[in-house]
């Protein structure tokens, strides 16, 4: 594997006779994005801030590109702190000035742009995060979804390298937080930073995610993939994951990934050899272009929408449903075979096209006036209970074609 | 032995004391020489004057009304005393030095602490503990710069300004009550306010205004910057804390450095 970007080395911190990190070995890599979760008040922000800087560890070395930021000369740190950028858990935008005045803070205090560029540079990350409309108000003015998006675009203003956010998601709806996680995902794959972030979004930060790093007792106790971390075995599992999984299939009907491998093993574990079921793959046709035009609030609502949507539909018939992509979401119907399922299928996209596009056009519609087209592709695949599910849902990705699709047209006409 | 723990407790406890407020002053010291130093930049100017207008500007209206009748108070009370010994004509000498020489920038001092002192305190505080601090160093933007320094740079214009003013109010005021509502000669009374009041008396007047002031923003920021510091009390109560701490020390510095500049002055 490729050299780590930052490496912790045995880092401890304590705070008093309270041990925070205890030996803490980790890495980051450049271009990806990590996320660190564990459960609160574990230390996450704490390994956050030794990053930055803004703490300094009791034992053991922090490197950068192989070199030990302790030991760094003041313009060797100026060089490595001039390529992060930091994203507080509250946000810490500065009360007393307005959400242009915060964006623009670093770039007037720590550049030579004439005034002109800094405008220029800041509303377009403010237009990005659509706070165009609340530019001259002041933090307490605004919701608190809106101060999160005012300090993400603080924090990217800059252009920074590597970007540490400290859960950028907390205190927000499930929509909300959905919204910032594929905003995070959107700048990340545009700009190119490596991204650090602390999360319990669980499994939704999973989506955007190269690296999973699990803080468990003072101790990092998991680092890898999130499909590696699907398969963990440790406590910290049964105590954390587990629990958020449940609450996410409470909230949104939806399973986690591994909830739906668990039910798919114990629904088809059974079958013999020869039985069949089948696996759907729903999509929301290209999301890039979706959030491009009604935004990533709006988008994460419809694909909401949608999950919602398909979970009733399908577990009335004893189908069972999770979210494999940002766009995606995959249906097992365990009882059926292809010519029950085609039926069952054909019914959905009926209701689908009577009701359900009624929901999702909602967010779509920008005034009587205006309106976002889009559409929604399905395909099915045939599995056997010995076929592993990742090539049955491939195969349904292969077999997708457009079920349903909104129209502007149609919407006036209704 | 432990009658011997109980003996040495206090003498510990003086160490201890005497250890922290060394320690304390040492950092203040630091802090101000950091923030001195970094007031002198192009990019400061807007920022000091924002201060000034806030620091300055904004305490003119309570530091005449102070002013105002501590010159009306003097007035009554040294007219009285005078006029035993038949020296009611010298009132205005009386009032204008006493204004001049103590009253104006002592007086300027207390008031700035307790209106705008006190508020440097909690507002920096509640930046600290709001990490509004920690994000200024994360964007490579120097706190102490950035924060510090315009205040200190802008309680070194305003309190010399202020104390005029407060000067000037008073000695209108002891014409108020003395001339006005006691029936002094109008004329007595600005003549002695013009022949007794020398170049001297007002430099050290200024003088006293510009240590004030320096002091007081010092103790005021700094009281406020390291809120988070302090061991027998976190977040608002932290600041809450700081901020009476800051108020306390400032007028008592005030006091005592007041002594010490004068028998320089003298």
Known sequence: MENPLIEFQNITKRFGNRTILDGVNLKIYEGQVTTIIGKSGTGKSVLLKHIIGLLKPDEGRILFNGQDIGNMGKKGW???????????????????????????????????????????????????????????????????????????????????????????????????KNAILGMIAEYQRKFGFTAVLISH??????????????????????????????????????????????LQVELTGLYSKRHFKVRYQADLGKKKPHETYVAVLFALEDMETIIENLG???????IRALGSYISKHFGAVGGFSSRQTINEIGTILPFS???????????????????????????????????????????????????EIESIIEFARFNQKEIARFQCETRKQG | MKQKISIMSPINAAGRWALRGVDEFGAAAIFLLRAF???FRIKQIPSIIQQVYYIGARSANIVMLVGLFTGMVLGLQLYYTLIKFGSAGVLGSAVSLSLVRELGPVMTAIMITARAGSSMTTEIGIQRISEQIDALSTMRIDPIRFLISPRIAASIISFPLLTALFDLIGIVGGYITGVALLGLDA???????????????????????????????????????????RKDSYGAKA???????????????????????????L
Do not use: W
């Open chain 1, 78 to 176: 100026n060089d490595y702190s001039d390529q992060i950028s930091y994203m507080f858990q509250n946000n810490a935008l500065f009360d007393s000035l307005t959400v242009y005045e915060n964006v623009a803070l670093p770039l007037k205090q720590t550049t030579k742009m004439s005034k002109r560029e800094i405008d220029e540079k800041v509303m377009a990350r403010i237009e990005q995060s659509e706070l165009t409309e609340v530019i001259h108000k002041y933090p307490s003015e605004i919701s608190g979804g809106m101060q999160k998006r005012v300090a993400l675009s603080r924090a990217l203003v800059t252009d920074p390298n590597i970007v540490l956010f400290d859960e950028p998601t907390t205190g927000q709806d499930p929509i909300r």
């Open chain 1, 201 to 246: 979004e669980i499994p939704d930060v999973y989506f955007i995610s190269n690296r999973i790093l699990a803080l468990y007792d003072t101790k990092i106790v998991f680092q890898g993939t999130p499909e590696e971390f699907e398969n963990l075995n440790h406590p910290f599992r049964d105590e954390f994951i587990q629990s958020l999984e449940g």
């Open chain 1, 296 to 302: 990533h609030d709006a988008a994460q609502e419809m």
């Open chain 1, 337 to 387: 075979n292809l010519h029950e399922a085609e039926s069952i299928l054909v019914d959905f996209i009926r209701d689908l096209k009577e009701e359900g596009l009624c929901d999702l056009s909602t967010e779509a519609t920008f005034n009587d006036d205006e309106c976002f087209e889009f559409r929604i592709l399905g395909g099915m695949s045939e599995g056997k209970p010995q076929v």
């Open chain 2, 37 to 39: 130093v970094l007031i």
């Open chain 2, 187 to 229: 004329g007595t009374y600005f003549y002695r306010v013009e022949s007794s009041i020398e170049m001297q008396d007002i430099t050290g007047g200024f003088v006293k205004a510009i240590v004030f002031a320096v002091l007081v923003s010092t103790v005021c920021c700094f009281q406020g910057y390291f809120a988070h510091m």
């Open chain 2, 239 to 265: 600041v809450g804390l700081s901020t009476t701490t800051a108020v306390v020390v400032s007028c008592v510095l005030i006091l005592v450095s007041d002594y010490v500049v004068t028998s320089f002055l």
